[in-house]
């Protein structure tokens, strides 16, 4: 039993150890990417113009500072690495294991720069949504190939039945289209689990958004400023999958 338990925390020391490598490696997307619509992408220092990205190399300082001026750039310091090491250690903890558990740290990888993004410009771009939609459901579609517990139909009807209950609430003008184009991801990730998993996995979002900005309000920021929804998305599918699971 003590065996056991040492191999468990091991691994889910190991875990919290990639979770933190794999926000480093979200840094330097979350700075390039940072960038107001209709502009794609950025590689230079807001500040000085210094060369930050290099291309066949992308990396940023982990201190959040551009090493030219040492002007504060991109998230602060630690965290893009803090917020992945704790979401891979509550995945790990959680206990789902094979393909489907490849989803969950595919989710919150992606859900981690894009949770970033979009605090800082309020937008979710293309270029992660995408990927994190077609990943969430090859890795499901090899979790159904696999045999294990679930179902990628029912993963498939809930990525569109969500996808479209957001495009009804963006066409309201209450969600961006950024937020609709992440909801197959998240609806099909709960979905495989079962129509209530992915109730109150969509459901947790609103309730998560709805707490934080009481919160900020009563902290006497502006009530009318625009609400960053991503964040309380992937944290409120995340959080109902790994305790379903």
């Excluded at 107001?36 to 590689?43: D, K, Y």
């Excluded at 220092?45 to 001026?69: E, K, M, N, Q, W």
């Excluded at 310091?77 to 992945?84: D, I, R």
Aim: hydrophobic share 55%.
């Amino acid at each position: 039993m003590n065996e056991e338990l040492v191999l468990s925390a091991l691994s889910v020391a190991l875990t919290t150890l990639i979770g933190a490598m794999v926000g480093a490696a979200a840094r330097p997307v979350v700075f390039v990417r940072s960038v107001p619509s209709p502009a794609s992408a950025r590689r230079t220092c807001p500040h000085c113009g210094g060369s930050i990205i290099d291309r066949r190399l992308p990396v940023l300082p982990a201190s959040g500072r551009c090493p030219a001026c040492a002007e504060v750039i991109g998230p602060r310091p630690l965290l893009p690495e803090a917020t992945a090491a704790i979401a891979f250690t509550a995945i790990a903890v959680g206990g789902a294991s094979g393909w489907f558990a490849a989803a969950q740290y595919w989710v919150a990888a992606c859900g981690v720069a894009l949770a970033l993004i979009d605090l800082a410009i309020q937008r979710l771009p293309d270029v992660l949504t995408l990927p994190a939609c077609g990943g969430t459901l090859l890795l499901l579609t090899a979790a159904a190939l696999a045999g294990e517990p679930g179902s990628l139909g029912r993963a498939s009807a809930g990525a569109a039945v969500l996808t479209a209950v957001f495009l009804l609430i963006a066409l309201a003008g209450a969600m961006g289209l950024g937020d609709v184009k992440l909801a197959p991801a998240i609806g099909a990730l709960l979905g495989w689990g079962s129509w209530t998993v992915l109730f109150w996995g969509a459901a947790a979002g609103f309730v998560i958004g709805a707490i934080s900005e009481v919160a900020r309000m009563a902290a006497g920021h502006d009530r009318h400023a625009h609400v960053s929804f991503g964040p309380y998305m992937v944290i409120g599918a995340l959080a109902v999958s790994v305790a379903s699971a």
